[in-house]
């Protein structure tokens, strides 16, 4: 009896122990899985414009979707992705990708880069320089006598963005964003055979998921 009671009572001590060990491998682990997710921001876009700069991109409009891991949450660098939108109207002379000389394109940029963020109090400036691919479709039209089909045929392009942004932060973790950002398409480019600068501006939001 004596011999299963101290059975027993062995047997809690070693569940005690699990347990606490068990509660300080969660904890731990929960420390760094927040700790991590305190270095996530995600840039969003409000409202934002596109301008062709006088080449035969008109203006037109802008948004952004983005991730991005800072090493350090206040200030110094960070790594940012991001997939961005742009819809435009081009004009061009006759060529032999398109028979639409004056329509719409829209181009979704995929972008990824290394940039640094100021600290000036609950001002942040930032600079980020971000190489990556742009896809836009342009339409393209078929048929005869008066039977036509508008089509869209898709092209792609190496990109380089680069921006700058002033960020407000209202809370610790959560800013007011103005980015001005510029992309600058390889020359060569179906369509227009020099390099193709757009400029954008635009108004949104950086905070963490959690």
């Not at 480019?189 to 963490?208: C, F, R, Y």
Request: charged share 15%; net charge positive; hydrophobic share 40%.
């Amino acid at each position: 009896m004596c011999s299963l009671a101290k059975h027993l009572a062995y047997l809690k001590c070693i569940k005690i122990i699990l347990l606490i060990i068990s509660s300080i491998v969660i904890s731990n682990a929960q420390t760094k899985f927040d700790s991590i997710f305190a270095h996530c921001y995600f840039p969003f876009d409000f409202v934002g414009f596109s301008f062709g700069n006088g080449n035969p991109i008109s203006n037109g409009v802008f948004t952004k979707l983005g991730v991005e891991y800072r090493f350090n949450p206040d200030k110094g660098f960070f790594i940012r992705g991001n997939r961005d939108s742009r819809k435009n109207r081009y004009t061009v002379s006759s060529n032999s990708i398109s028979n639409v000389v004056d329509g719409p394109i829209e181009f979704t940029d995929w972008t990824l880069g290394l940039g640094y963020r100021f600290k000036l109090n609950r001002f942040k400036p930032t600079v980020s320089l971000q190489p990556g691919w742009t896809n836009y479709t342009i339409p393209i039209v078929s048929g005869q006598s008066n039977q036509y089909v508008v089509d869209e045929i898709s092209n792609s392009s190496p990109i380089l963005k680069s921006t700058l942004s002033l960020e407000y932060y209202i809370t610790k973790q959560a800013a007011l964003t103005l980015d001005l950002s510029s992309f600058l398409m390889a020359r060569g480019t179906p369509l227009w055979n020099d390099n193709l600068s757009i400029m954008t501006i635009s108004l949104g939001l950086t905070t963490v998921l959690f």
